[in-house]
């Protein structure tokens, strides 16, 4: 018989590494072992103890392998116990469950064209499992494998037939026809999430799909009464409270919708960034002379110059000692529009040295006084720019236009960072504008530099005067010297608006939650009149609409 008590070291110190979850070390020294056990076998071919060592030793190492990418799994430590089960394949583990734990680290790693192979293997191997059908099914719908979407609808329903109360697996079908594909279907989405909300009525991602199924079919009331549901049920999350005071607002109930829209900054999902400030918020009730307020800018330029209008009502009814912390480039035309009302520069002001008494975010302000769709104040415009600014701008970049050129300022995009909000307008759709007679196009747009415009010099007339905008205070300057101007939803479109223009304004066809007043009216801006996509991103029609109103408003444009 072969002595090997030195090479059950190297085991007896790779199993106190599993059990201290030190896989790798624990992978070292066992392969080491098994090594060894097989070298001394290959020596001793007729030593049974031998054989038998190396068959048990393989049954230690595979149970440790399996027990510690659970434990990695169940502490989200993927690539650990991914090592743990890239090992058990190596050694022919008879465990199928090793497929679907790899399946499922792939799917946490968003890797989910391999974790869709796994579930494979897993479902063909494991015929018994009660979840198999749902399992691989679920593999599809995440690896978006578009051709198998029906493929994955079949398993479910034979998932379903075991288990017709898995209001889950109702979810993930409604979800399908809810994708955009080849199966979209907005009835059979809302057929599904109904199947699921009779079976669970209480639960809070149930409810979640029926509202946005609701709201998807333009059926506003219906999303309305599923979210009273979730409040009543006390399942509502942040997110969900942001979500219905976007319905509120878009559909004109700016008292409720302001009132939940606070939720803003507590969301999980890209919550509304504010500072940590000390001091209290402000909730609206009147301050003493002796107490400031301390109104802070949030999200957009655009969102400060809308919301910009309640300032002097708050210093006049609610705070007569206040200051008002902004984006730098709107300073100076906001000091400009109100003059009796301090901006302090967001990025110089350093708000723990700063005297207050509470704070409180701009975008609050309706909320605070109540407002209602019929109550919006200064519609016709409410900011200003001083007129030698007016006269500064014009001779400086734009006395070399022919006098009767019609003058339209354009902005086709906004800033980067809304581009997935699917308001912008590709440049090249703006020919038909260009092409009318007597126009002179104007470029409003800060991103872009005069190489893009060079691309289209040939075929489209546009100056670009980004170059020539500092601050908002010469963008207003600029826009004052127009006729005309065109945006889509953006801060130019605010401060036209803002400044009282003649002014079209573009909106998709999912247009963003503010505009309440759309089709007819932004609701906010009388000056603004509204084209609105009949279908989403399908532009054209709206620049042929865009181009009937200027040549009926400037008759010397119609060709």
């Given at each position: 018989?072969?002595?090997?008590?030195?090479?059950?070291?190297?085991?007896?110190?790779?199993?106190?590494y599993f059990r201290e979850k030190k896989v790798n070390l624990g992978i070292k020294y066992f392969e080491k072992y098994l090594t060894e056990i097989k070298e001394l076998e290959n020596e001793n071919p007729d030593d049974e103890t031998l054989a038998k060592e190396l068959t048990d030793a393989k049954d230690t190492y595979l149970y440790h392998l399996l027990e510690n990418a659970k434990i990695a799994y169940n502490d989200k430590l993927w690539i650990k116990s991914l090592t743990c089960c890239q090992k058990l394949l190596q050694y022919k583990c008879k465990?199928?469950?090793?497929?679907?734990?790899?399946?499922?680290?792939?799917?946490?790693?968003?890797?989910?064209?391999?974790?869709?192979?796994?579930?494979?293997?897993?479902?063909?191997?494991?015929?018994?499992?009660?979840?198999?059908?749902?399992?691989?099914?679920?593999?599809?719908?995440?690896?978006?494998?578009?051709?198998?979407?029906?493929?994955?609808?079949?398993?479910?329903?034979?998932?379903?037939?075991?288990?017709?109360?898995?209001?889950?697996?109702?979810?993930?079908?409604?979800?399908?026809?809810?994708n955009d594909g080849p199966l979209q279907n907005a009835d059979k989405q809302l057929e599904y999430f109904l199947k699921a909300y009779e079976i669970a009525p209480k639960e809070r991602m149930v409810l979640k799909n029926l509202a946005l199924t609701y709201l998807r079919l333009k059926q506003p009331q219906k999303t309305a009464e599923i979210y009273?549901?979730?409040i009543e049920k006390g399942v509502m999350n942040n997110d969900d409270y942001f979500d219905y005071a976007a319905l509120l607002i878009k559909h004109g109930d700016l008292i409720n919708g302001f009132k939940y829209y606070s939720h803003r900054f507590l969301k999980e999902h890209d919550p509304t960034f504010y500072p940590e400030i000390k001091q209290k918020q402000w909730t609206g009730k009147p301050l003493p002379k002796d107490k400031m307020l301390l109104i802070h800018s949030e999200q957009g330029y655009g969102d400060m110059i809308m919301f910009s209008r309640f300032i002097p009502i708050i210093k006049e009814k609610y705070a007569p000692n206040l200051t008002v912390v902004m984006h730098t480039e709107l300073c100076k035309l906001f000091e400009n529009s109100y003059p009796n009302i301090p901006f302090l520069d967001l990025v110089a002001t350093d708000l723990e040295k700063l005297k207050f008494n509470c704070h409180v975010p701009v975008m609050e302000l309706p909320k605070i006084i109540g407002l209602t769709k019929d109550t919006i104040p200064s519609k016709g415009g409410y900011i200003s720019v001083k007129n030698a600014d007016i006269e500064n701008y014009k001779n400086k970049y734009l006395s070399d236009i022919e006098p009767h050129k019609l003058k339209i300022g354009l902005a086709f995009e906004g800033a980067s960072h809304a581009k997935s909000q699917e308001r912008d307008i590709e440049f090249s759709k703006f020919k038909k504008v260009s092409d009318l007679n007597n126009v002179q196009m104007f470029a409003f747009v800060k991103e872009r530099d005069n190489r893009y415009y060079k691309q289209f010099e040939n075929e489209i007339n546009i100056i670009n005067l980004s170059e020539s905008l500092n601050d908002f205070n010469d963008t207003a300057a600029a826009l004052m010297n127009m006729d005309l101007i065109i945006s889509t939803d953006s801060v130019i479109l605010n401060l036209a608006g803002a400044l009282g223009l003649k002014t079209y304004g573009l909106f998709n066809e999912n247009y963003e939650y503010r505009w309440f007043g759309l089709p007819e009216s932004t609701g906010w801006y009388t000056s603004v009149k509204t084209f609105v996509a009949q279908k989403q991103n399908e532009w054209d029609e709206v620049i042929d609409r865009v181009c009937e109103e200027i040549k009926k408003d400037y008759p010397e444009c119609a060709n």
């Open positions: 018989m072969v002595d090997f008590l030195i090479q059950e070291m190297d085991k007896s110190i790779a199993e106190v465990d199928t469950s090793v497929y679907k734990y790899t399946s499922l680290i792939y799917k946490n790693l968003n890797q989910n064209d391999i974790r869709l192979k796994f579930a494979k293997k897993y479902f063909e191997l494991e015929k018994e499992a009660p979840d198999r059908n749902r399992f691989l099914g679920e593999a599809y719908v995440e690896a978006r494998d578009e051709d198998n979407m029906q493929t994955a609808i079949d398993l479910f329903h034979k998932h379903l037939e075991e288990f017709p109360d898995d209001y889950n697996v109702y979810n993930m079908i409604g979800h399908i026809y809810a009273e549901q979730m």
